[in-house]
């Protein structure tokens, strides 16, 4: 075979190269391919014949389907490729095809090569191929095929540059790859965009790309630009350029060196992101756009429009060229318009089209720059910015040049117009700065005389804008051309304008120097880079980053400044060469070797054993050699590679592992050094072993070893990779417990803390292990308390969870400060400055991020720009953590400064606060770094405007926060005594400082600013003085009096009084009277801060060095401040004089805006009053603040009600001003939070003043017309609020007033409010009607809502005035009467349909009954003479009036004249009159009452009984309207009526159990409310009307219907409708009122439960368990049992009911579930709690003796009955037998009684039941015999009873008498454990598992009972209840009442018949399938 195969390939060598590399057998190929492979390697002439030969052959043979054959053919191609020259690119595009179909998803060599071919490809020059080739790789659908196309196309970047790789081709193909689906793709895209950021900047690539990237992906994409440097440099050359390269060296050798011009000519490519675009055609869509017929429009805003559709095409960045001249000519003409807008848009639209086409844009550009250099005429800001940005964007894109201007700008200097030539000569400067020196040369001669003439300009502005141009002209190109010229120059011109040059001069050499040097060292990381091959694009992201560059080059590096190397020098003495830390492999053979004799042999061998005991006494016989040493320092390595080795860290047993890791212990410990390669080879082990809790006190005590002997930070680096790779988890979690303790140990000096914390984060807390978390905590807990509060910025991002845990764990561990450590490290550990210690926490390095085009965003005449630099700043500021180093921040600095003299205001206040923010961050070193910003920020105390000035003293207190109030002394004095800061910036300074002053107790340098302060005694204004004068009562406090008495010679005028009087002996000790309270505070709360030292001073926060005592005062002096302000109380109303402020209010019911002096007080007051946070936020003129505000009220509003009322005018006052004001959000929050001060004010029973409704009112009332919906609509709600709150009558005025307002919406607001009072209150408001002719005469407005409006409220009153509204309309024209009768014969219409009778018909009828009845009635008629400010909650009201509606139409005339006559029609006139109307038809039926119930035959009671329910659903529906109208301010006569009324209905037992369920119901629940409603009191004569209700409600449980009520009362335990009660509230008041009301209804129902065994039998116990069925089952099991462990009343009380049920009736209770579905699955619950009961109550002996024959009945006879008689058997007997009798004589159930007849006889077989029935027919007993052999039979074939018919029992069976029950004298046993269900339960030894147990037991007792019971008993697999019924927690007594026979019912059974009859009734329901499932 072998011979075969060997000629095969001998033969095949012979073929054609065709031939062989296709030949079938793969060995031919691949030998083939190695054939060819050597003999390309053997070509040396890339112009050698044989290539041409070998080219076309590589298109086969990549595509080989054998991987090896293919991987020998990549290997041939690379051959070919290095030999080949450019011409072998004609094979490129087939090749390179068939390597991306076929060798991109083979083995990764094979996918090596196969880009290794790529790169060659490339290199040979064939790029476009190269990247036809990757569009299509990428597109491939596996991802496995991608990613190393993608890599490949980076590698190619980042190897040839983009010179050769052109970006443009990689930037169309990344966005497809931002969206794959395989995250490696994604991943190696991003790598991808870096690697281009390197090439040509991050601006373009983020321009480009970041719009078509999600937003997730430019956010990890943001944060690795941070790390990449732009400026690469290319690594491979292509071919042709390889070639250059020898004749460049020899040439080199001979000219010599010139490093000079290196970093010149390999400076990276600057590459044009304009370039990279792709243009776009603007001009086809400007046609579609209309653009063309809107420039001609006569509509100024249609031209704007059109103008802005050409801006915003335009805006693309680079736009396709075309013919633009009609487009120039139109926008030429419009740079004129006479309409500002349209001509800025046109100017804008010019800007944008320079920028986007560039220089084919040159004509237009010189086309139209005469008209806008003539254009700069205009003075409106908005123009001149536009004019500015659209000539400089002309020039800077090209479109001119110097030399085209020369002209323009010679006519525009000499323009009449000053600000032309300004602005002209300022934008002549720009061009100088941007033109090349070439171009300068070329053209200076022509500009320098045009300037020099304008500085004799008599103007200014122009002559400086001459200056800016001539030292533009000499930066650029020198002085000489401006030496001729400087000679005919004045002294003082000739000075300025060489101190100007010389500035710029200055500038542009340091700005050049840092330039080169950032060039330099870009290169020199370029070449770093490029050094090392990258294999994958995925690389370029964090954490698969390349290894830098290793150190061992840097001795090679020359040269630096003077500095580095003086600093080199002095630390070279003391900073030894690098520790070589990583270990080489060693095995055991060498280690042997390298100890000798140093460790006997014997001894190893034994390590060696497989024998634990045996290694176990080597390694204890190590230990003694080791101690025994004499010098143990040069054996440490070789010592611990042996114990590593054997017995290793895989030893399994414990006690050897001890002995081992004891062993390294004492050598690190005791060594002299210890190196940290023999840390490293232990760590790993070592680690491990802390996890094991056998060895963990061991393994810890060696990781504080080696941190002894090299330094924790060392240790804690290499933890950081072995806990966070390490499978076991409990590695991580005991590993972090030890450096707890580490970090307790030795502090955290040594440690990185950012490294420490991050790992923290990104690994501890993300664990999925609790205890891993719990010891993440403890460590960040341990390090707070050496860094201080500072950590917590770093946590910022932690889920707040973890931060409340995190919060917890800093009490425990409270700042020390500064604390020696318990344990030092024996060695010199260097650490970084940054790294910990002093500092605490690391400050970063921003220098890399101070880019130059941040700093030149701060110069940009675009103030957005300039924002945004701005805001970029406080970014960084953000990602550091706001801790940053002073290095490379002098030139921010420069730049915030020139931000403080903006023009624009905003961004003032907004450098401002960044100002604070850089101080805060940099710490102390920002006095040295800032170069004497501070000034230029106190200087921004003289603006008027307040806001700045606020801004400005909050960037002060974030500086004092930085450095002491003694670095800010000078400036400060400085800013005092600038003559330019304004009044109120000195009084806030002077404010300032006395704040501060105050937190301190001794402070000399204070004197220094007794001077500035005693001159502002003097000031012009009052304010100043007063501020000044508070300032040195500080000064003298804290400086001393030595001090004061030294500089008491520089003090005159008032202020030496003053220093005088307060030098007297004993004051200077004394703090300032006024400050005095402020001090006490603030020392307290600055004591919860840091601890106060003995000489005064106060340890600074988060340092580690005391504060001098010089200028003692906490660094946070702020926060300090907040605490104190924090612990005062939010409203401060101790010396508030309400009433003195509101006898100056002026009681106006119209609404006047209020006045400066006004606003003024308010302020004032707030300030007084109000906590200093509070207050400045109300007043600030940010809304957000004042939102804020208004949350802390908010918040505060329930525990601060008392100190609210108190300055109530105040705040509603601040209300005032905020309805005028425009902010809707802020109006919103009011509108939000007066509601609930409203309801505060009603729960504390506070009625407002006239004062404070004067304050308010009229202002609500005018603003009611917000513009504003929703506005709007929360006023609405909120008058109405008040409405009831306050006053009807009083309100009224107000709202009157509102239709007087100039605002429809105002009007329509009211008007509707008028129509609301109306319909609410009637006609009981004074004056009400005879202003209605104001309402009437809006009908003739032009407004259509309004006329709608105001018809609606005239419809309103005419349905209660009737045709007497005609009286009040005034006068009207036709067409307005008309309209108003339109409208009311509409509301007849309306009111027929709804049966509210006739307009004015109640009232009517109450007219009639006051002229007959007197003064009485008409007391309580018409307009109430005196109302009762108390507040109207109209209740809703169910269903009453409706069905009462229903059931009697309304009638034609509610009454006679005479009042009403009858009964019937009492009725009616209590149904639908008004309260008082109702009076006398309750007096009519009251009478008719008392008469029937002196009725001796009871006939006349019969006659009532049919209207009873009626006559009650009537006055359950009348108790709430009359109790509505009293709360409004009438009289409760009507109240007291309705009352009577209804406890005469229930005096009476026939007419109380007439009344229906439904009905009782509703007049239950009302009756409940009124009881529980908190204005009822406060009503006239409320404490009779509470007790009136309370003995109504008590009569109607005595005498209404039992199983009504029980039913009644068991549905209202479930909670109420919201709307029934009287206000909206929140979900927790109408949590509290449920309750509430669910108490008054189970103390109802224990009133019924108590009389429940004397009234049983009165009780429909089928309706009754249904109800209780109903209520369970809608709570469901889980419901119960959550209730159940809240000990629930309402569910209590239901068990207690049935307890009382099952107790009374026993098992007989069964026979009563007729209504309840007992066939349902799941079963019902109230089966589980019968049956519970049922056995539990057995237990107990406690069952009633009235269970069915059969089943076992209990009594206690020691307790109950002491001698029971001998024959109760027989008696209960004899009641089954009676009703089983009965219930044969029905012929409704006589099928089941023959059944129960059936099972007694089987049960009692002695028993004669014949003898029961001597007194029966004779028929009926031989039906009673033939049906009992007829069902013997029927139960023999297993039939049931109701599928067989029997005959109708004999009618002389009805007359058969019951049998007399006797009544039982039986006491029922009262719950032994009456507190607790539980007890209960084990009392009966039912274990409460689940129900199988209960089942089980259920069973027991069924085969125990009567077949009878046993039928009824039902069982049911899915119930499953944990929560067990118990009995009675309700402690019942017995009745006290003596036992009555129950009244028997007329038609009622007695209740084992009627139980036996609800059995059969429900078997008949089950055989038709017509059974109901509640």
């Known amino acids: ?35 060819l492979a050597s003999v390309c390697d053997s070509i040396t002439d890339p112009k050698d014949p044989r290539l041409r030969e070998f080219g076309h052959l590589f298109r086969k043979t990549v595509a080989d389907s054998n991987a090896p054959v293919q991987e020998k053919a990549l290997d041939a191609l690379i051959a070919f490729l290095k030999a080949a020259d450019s011409d072998a690119s004609r094979y490129g595009k087939e090749v390179c095809d068939a390597i991306a179909a076929k060798c991109l998803t083979g083995r990764p060599k094979t996918v090596q090569k196969a880009q290794e071919a790529f790169l060659l490809w490339v290199e040979l020059e064939a790029v476009d191929v190269f990247l036809d080739t990757l569009e299509k790789a990428i597109k491939n659908k596996v991802a496995k095929a991608v990613v190393p196309a993608v890599d ?153 429009e059109a103008v802005a559709e050409l801006t915003k095409l335009a805006s693309a960045k680079k736009i396709a060229p075309g013919d633009f001249s009609e487009i120039c000519r139109t926008l030429k003409k419009l740079i004129t318009d006479v309409n500002l807008a349209v001509a800025v848009e046109a100017i804008q639209a010019i800007g944008n089209l320079a920028r986007g086409l560039r220089t084919h844009f040159s004509a237009s550009s010189r086309f139209m720059l005469p008209v806008l250099l003539e254009k700069l005429k205009e003075k409106k800001p908005t123009v001149a910015e536009a004019l500015t940005q659209t000539l400089q964007a002309m020039y800077k894109a090209g479109c001119l040049n110097l030399v085209d201007i020369i002209e323009d700008v010679k006519t525009a200097v000499k323009n009449k117009v000053p600000l032309v030539r300004s602005l002209t000569l300022n934008w002549l400067t720009f061009c100088l700065e941007t033109s090349n020196k070439a171009l300068i040369l070329k053209a200076h001669k022509e500009y320098v005389p045009l300037c020099m003439e304008c500085l004799n300009d008599g103007t200014p502005d122009v002559r400086d804008a001459a200056f800016s141009a001539l030292a533009a002209i000499a930066k ?107 270990p080489a492999e060693m095995g055991l053979e060498e280690i042997e070797n390298r100890l000798g004799s140093l460790v006997k042999p014997e001894t190893i061998s034994q390590l060696k054993s497989t024998v634990w005991k045996e290694r176990l006494e080597a390694t204890l016989s190590l230990k003694e050699e080791i101690v025994g040493l004499q010098e143990l320092d040069k054996s440490v390595e070789i010592l611990v590679r042996l114990l590593c080795a054997v017995p290793g860290w895989n030893e399994k047993n414990v006690q050897v592992q001890q002995q081992v890791i004891e062993i390294i212990t004492y050598i690190s410990s005791t060594a002299a050094k210890f190196p940290k390669k023999c840390v490293v080879l232990c760590i790993t082990g070592t680690s491990e072993r802390v996890a094991d809790i056998k060895t963990r006190a061991s393994a810890m005590k060696c990781l504080t070893a080696f941190c002894e002997a090299v330094g924790p930070g060392f240790v804690f680096e290499r933890l950081y990779k072995i806990m966070k790779e390490h499978k076991n988890p409990k590695v991580l979690s005991e590993g972090l417990l030890w450096m707890v303790s580490a970090v307790d140990d030795f502090g955290v000096s040594l440690l990185k803390l950012k490294d420490l914390i991050d790992f923290c984060k990104d690994v501890g807390l993300q664990s999925s292990a609790a205890a891993t978390r719990n010891a993440t905590i403890k460590l960040l807990g341990v390090l707070h308390k050496f860094v201080g509060p500072d950590i917590k910025g770093f946590l910022n991002d932690v889920k707040p969870a973890l931060l409340s845990a995190l919060d917890t764990e800093y009490e425990k561990n409270p700042f020390e400060g500064t604390v020696a450590p318990k344990r030092v490290v024996k060695t010199s550990v260097s650490t970084s400055t940054s790294a910990g210690g002093l500092d605490s926490l690391p400050r970063e390095d921003i220098t890399s991020k101070i880019t130059p085009n941040l700093l030149k965003g701060f110069e940009s005449p675009d103030w957005k720009m300039r924002l945004e630099s701005i805001e970029a700043v406080n970014k960084i500021l953000e990602e550091a953590n706001k801790r940053i180093q002073p290095t490379g921040t002098g030139e921010l600095f420069g730049c915030l400064r020139g931000r403080l003299l903006d023009s624009n205001k905003n961004l003032v206040m907004q450098t401002l606060t960044t100002i604070g923010g850089v101080a805060s961050a940099m710490g102390p ?209 101790k010396d508030s004089n309400k009433d003195d402020r509101e006898r100056l209010v002026v009681r106006r019911i119209k609404f006047e805006e209020l006045r400066p002096e006004q606003i003024q007080d308010v302020e004032n007051d707030m300030m007084k009053f109000f906590r200093e946070d509070l207050q400045k936020r109300l007043l600030s003129p940010d809304f957000k603040k004042q939102v804020d505000g208004l949350d802390i009220l908010q918040k505060a509003l329930p525990s601060l009600s008392k100190e609210i009322i108190e300055v109530l005018d105040i705040l509603l006052r601040w209300f005032v001003l905020q309805l005028c004001k425009s902010n809707t959000t802020c109006l919103l929050k009011v509108l939000e939070f007066l509601p609930e001060l409203f309801n505060t004010l009603k729960d504390e029973e506070y009625c407002l003043t006239e004062a404070e409704a004067a304050i308010f009112l009229p202002c609500l009332a005018e603003k009611l017309g917000h513009n504003i919906e929703k506005v709007r609509e929360k006023m609405r709600e909120l008058m109405k609020q008040i409405i009831q709150a306050y006053s009807v009558a009083k309100t009224f005025p107000y709202i009157l007033e509102g239709l007087r307002s100039k605002n429809n919406r105002t009007k329509i607001e009211c008007t509707d409010l008028i129509g609301y009072l109306l319909e609410t209150c009637g006609t009981e408001i004074n004056g009400l009607l005879k202003h209605l002719n104001m309402v009437a005469s809006l009908t003739a407005e032009r407004d259509g809502e309004l006329r709608k409006a105001a018809l609606n409220t005239m419809a309103t009153g005419y349905k209660i005035l009737g045709d007497d509204i005609w009286r009040y309309v005034g006068k009207l024209t036709d067409a307005q009467k008309s309209m108003l009768d339109d409208r009311f014969k ?64 309304v009638p034609q005339t509610i009454a006679g004249v005479n009042g009403p006559t009858d009964w019937n029609e009492a009725l009616d006139i209590i149904m639908f009159g008004s309260p008082e109307q109702s009076v006398e038809g309750m007096k009519v039926v009251c009478h008719e009452l008392a008469q029937a119930s002196n009725d001796p035959d009871e006939s006349a009671i019969d006659e009532l009984v049919k209207d009873a ?53 509703s007049l239950i629940t009302e009756l409940l409310l009124w009881l529980l409603d908190e204005r009822v009191p406060r009503m006239e004569d409320g404490s009779q009307l509470l007790k009136a209700l309370n003995v109504l409600m008590l009569k ?119 209504l309840v579905p007992i066939d349902m699955r799941p079963q019902p619950i109230i089966l589980a709690y019968i049956d519970l009961n049922l056995e539990t109550l057995a237990a107990a002996r406690m069952l009633t003796a009235t269970g069915p024959v059969g089943q076992n009945h209990w009594t206690d006879s020691s307790a109950n009955n002491p001698s029971p008689p001998a024959n109760s058997a027989d008696v209960q007997l004899k009641q089954e037998l009676g009703a089983i009798f009965k219930k044969i004589g029905d012929k409704q159930t006589s099928t089941i009684g023959l059944y129960d007849l059936y099972h007694i006889t089987k049960a009692y077989p002695k028993v004669d039941i014949f003898s029961q029935l001597q007194n029966a027919s004779e028929a009926f007993r031989t039906y009673i015999r033939d049906g009992l052999a007829q069902v013997e039979k029927n139960a023999a074939a297993g039939r049931t009873p109701s599928s067989l018919p029997l005959s109708t029992p004999p009618p002389s069976s009805l007359s058969l008498p019951s049998p007399d029950i006797p009544s039982l004298d039986v006491k029922p046993l009262m719950n032994p454990r009456p507190d607790s269900y539980t007890d209960d339960i084990r009392a009966s030894n039912i274990n409460p598992g689940t129900l199988d147990a209960i089942r089980e037991r259920m069973r027991t007792m069924q085969l125990a009972s009567e077949p009878v019971s046993k039928a009824m008993m039902p069982t049911d697999e899915n119930l499953s209840t944990d929560n067990r019924p118990s009995m009675n927690q309700q402690n019942i007594p017995p009745s006290q009442m003596e036992a009555e026979t129950p009244h028997p019912h007329p038609v009622a059974l007695p209740m084992d018949e009627k139980a036996l009859s609800g059995l059969q009734a429900r078997m008949q329901r089950l055989k038709g399938g017509s059974l109901e499932h509640m």
């Open 1509 to 1561: 329910d009626g006559l009650v659903s009537c006055l359950a529906n009348k108790v709430a309207k009359t109790f509505d109208v009293s709360l409004m301010g009438a009289s409760s006569r009507s109240c007291k009526y309705v009352l009577n009324t209804l406890m005469q209905t229930f005096q009476n037992k026939k007419l109380a159990h007439a009344v229906k369920e439904g009905t009782l119901k």
């Open 1386 to 1449: 509409w509301k007849i219409k309306e009111m027929e349909k709804r049966r509210e009778g006739r307009p004015g018909d109640a009232r009517a009828a109450l007219r009639r009954s006051v002229r007959e009845n007197g003064p009485e009635v008409a007391e309580q008629s018409g307009d109430l003479p005196q109302m009762v400010p108390g507040p109207l909650f109209p209740r809703q009201n169910y269903g009453i009036s409706e069905q009462v509606l229903e059931r009697n139409p």
């Open 925 to 1133: 070193t920002v006095e040295k770094a800032s170069k004497g910003i501070l000034s230029d920020v106190l200087k921004c105390l003289g603006d008027n405007k307040k806001h700045m000035r606020e801004c400005t003293l909050a960037a002060l207190d974030m500086w004092l926060g930085a450095v002491h109030l003694d670095k800010m002394i000078p400036y400060i004095i400085i800013a005092l005594t600038d003559g330019k800061m304004g009044a109120e910036g000195r009084k806030d300074l002077f404010d300032w400082l006395t704040k501060q002053l105050v937190g301190l107790s001794d402070f000399v340098d204070a004197i220094h600013l007794l001077k500035p302060a005693s001159t502002a005694m003097m000031d012009k204004s009052a304010d100043v003085r007063k501020a000044a004068e508070g300032c040195i009562s500080e000064i003298l406090r804290v400086s001393g009096q030595e001090t004061i008495e030294k500089n008491i010679k520089d003090i005159q005028g008032p202020a030496l009084a003053l220093v005088l009087e307060k030098v007297r002996p004993g004051y200077v000790q004394e703090p300032f009277e006024s400050s005095k309270a402020m001090a006490g505070s603030l020392s307290k709360g600055v004591s919860k801060v840091s601890k106060s030292t003995s000489n005064g001073t106060l340890k600074q926060g988060n340092r580690s060095r005391a504060l001098p005592t010089k200028g003692s005062r906490p660094d946070q002096i702020t926060s300090a401040h907040d605490i104190a302000i924090q612990s005062q109380s939010l409203l401060n109303t």
């Open 1596 to 1714: 109607i449980l005595d005498n209404a219907d039992r199983t009504s009520s029980f039913v009644v009362l068991i549905s209202l335990l479930r909670p109420l409708d919201p709307s029934r009660w009287p206000s909206p509230a929140t979900a927790e008041v109408y949590a509290l009122r449920n309750q509430k009301f669910s108490d008054l209804v189970v103390k109802c129902l224990i009133k019924l439960t108590k009389l429940l065994q004397s009234t049983i039998y009165e009780v429909d116990l089928d309706r009754l368990l249904q109800s209780i069925h109903v209520y369970l089952q809608e709570l469901g099991m889980e419901e119960i049992r959550r209730r159940a462990g809240a000990d629930d009343k309402p569910l209590r009380m239901v068990k207690t009911v049935l307890h009382e049920l099952v107790k009374l009736r026993g098992a007989a209770i069964k026979g009563h579930l007729s």
């Open 152 to 304: 490949v196309m980076f590698q190619a970047l980042s190897d040839f540059g983009s010179k050769i790789i052109p970006p443009k081709r990689i930037l169309k193909m990344l966005p497809e790859l931002f969206d794959h689906q395989d995250q490696n793709v994604r991943a190696s895209a991003k790598g991808v965009t870096l690697e281009l950021c390197r090439w040509i900047g991050k601006d373009p690539v983020k321009s480009i790309l970041f719009e078509k990237m999600r937003d997730t992906m430019k956010k990890e994409l943001e944060a690795e630009l941070a790390n990449v440097s732009v400026g690469a440099k290319p690594a491979r050359k292509i071919r042709s350029e390889q070639d250059k390269e020898p004749e460049a060296e020899a040439s080199s050798d001979v000219v010599g060196d010139r490093p000079s011009e290196e970093p010149v000519a390999d400076a990276p490519q600057e590459i044009d992101e304009y370039d990279l675009m792709d243009p776009v055609d603007i001009l086809t869509p400007l046609e579609k756009s209309g653009f063309w017929e809107g420039v001609k429009a006569t509509k100024w805003s249609e031209r704007k």
């Open 476 to 582: 650029s190109v020198g002085m000489r051309p401006l030496e001729k010229s400087l000679e005919k120059l004045d002294d003082v011109r000739r000075k300025k304008l060489s101190e100007m040059i010389a500035s710029s001069g200055g500038e542009s050499a340091g700005t050049s120097s840092v330039t080169v040097q950032s060039s330099v060292g870009n290169t020199t990381t370029g070449n770093s880079e490029a050094s090392f091959v990258r294999k994958s694009a995925a690389s370029m992201l964090s954490g698969k980053r390349p290894a830098p560059v290793s150190k061992k080059a840097a001795p090679g590096k020359t040269g630096g400044s003077k500095k580095d190397g003086a600093v080199r020098n002095e630390s070279s003495k003391s900073v030894e060469p690098p520790e070589d830390v990583e």
């Open 1 to 35: 075979m072998a011979e075969g195969e060997e000629k095969l390939l001998k033969d095949a060598k012979k073929l054609p190269w065709e031939d062989r590399l296709a030949h079938k057998n793969w060995k031919v190929r691949n030998e083939a391919n190695v054939d």
